[in-house]
């Protein structure tokens, strides 16, 4: 690959946040709508967590579509060529320095391997780092490293277990069940009866395979999809928590607050980019 041009991750971004911690460099990036990125390639495997807006990584021919809650994993030197989508992209993103060894030798597989994984915990992680990033204080640097840690623990045991290229029919299907339909009214009897299984059975299943609860997995979901429409969009706060599915915003800001540490007011302020929606508050 002599050839092919090295560049770093934040090749054709306009804003961005980036933070060096021993061996670990921790980045937030935005990227603009439209955006087409000729093929090149990067010195270190890159984990990258899409928490807001769409875009692809070409890889061998083969599209990989990132959407928020994606993990995208490339090797270090893989070439590709990126494509971005009418809203752009809100990337955290983490190169390793290989000579931490140490840090990186559990999750070699991970990282040493084109991956392209759904995990809430780690969504929800990146999302806590991009608000380190844009208001960093003394305890910033303790905090990027642990979660940036996490998410690699998190996501590596994702990659290892053999469970999930096993998983009954069924249980594939309750998964897309709960990404179909993580606004509306939803039980857990409700659930097993169009799976055609007991309760008991779905609720236990679930949480193996997907490491979560089933209620807590679509209560990350709607956090996840609010998330994204505080930072594109300009509706207002008490309709996003209607539309994510609460009764009403004070319970919505009791939940997101659980979620990401911080008000949906407090949250929309603090992670608006100039590629996305104008800077304008509301309640």
């Known amino acids: 690959m002599a050839h092919a041009q090295r560049k770093p991750v934040t090749f054709g971004s306009p804003t961005f946040r980036t933070h060096n911690l021993r061996g670990l460099e921790i980045s937030d990036i935005g990227f603009p709508a439209g955006l087409e990125l000729p093929r090149h390639v990067h010195e270190r495997a890159v984990f990258a967590v899409t928490i807001a807006g769409d875009w692809d990584s070409v890889m061998c021919g083969r599209p ?32 390793a320095d290989p000579v931490r060894e140490e840090l990186l030798k ?27 990033l844009a208001a960093p204080d003394p305890l910033t640097g303790l905090a990027l490293e642990s979660a940036s840690l996490e998410m690699f623990l998190v996501a590596a045991r994702a990659v290892n277990v053999p469970l999930r290229n096993s ?10 069940l709960a990404h179909d339909s993580f606004r509306s009214e939803w039980s857990l009897s409700g659930f097993a009866s169009q799976l055609g299984v007991h309760p008991a059975h779905l609720a236990r299943a679930f949480r193996r395979a997907y490491q979560l609860p089933i209620g807590a997995y679509i ?9 994204e429409q505080l930072v594109w969009s ?7 928590a209607l ?9 919505f800001t009791r939940a997101f607050v659980k979620f990401s540490g911080s008000t949906p007011a407090a949250y929309r302020r603090l992670l608006r980019t100039p590629s996305g929606a104008r800077n304008r508050e509301s309640s």
Do not use: K, Y
């Open 64 to 95: 990989q579509t990132c959407s928020p809650g994606t993990i995208l994993t490339e090797p270090a030197g893989q070439l590709h060529a990126n494509h971005f989508g009418s809203r752009g992209a809100r990337v955290v993103l983490i190169h």
């Open 106 to 132: 559990p999750c070699r597989r991970l990282l040493d391997e084109v991956n392209l994984i759904r995990q809430p915990e780690v969504t929800a992680l990146a999302r806590a780092i991009a608000a380190e």
């Open 167 to 176: 998983l009954p029919v069924w249980l594939q299907r309750a998964r897309e």
């Open 219 to 227: 209560r990350r979901l709607r956090m996840q999809w609010a998330a």
């Open 234 to 240: 300009d509706v207002p706060i008490s309709v996003v």
């Open 243 to 251: 539309e994510a599915g609460f009764t009403d915003q004070s319970h």
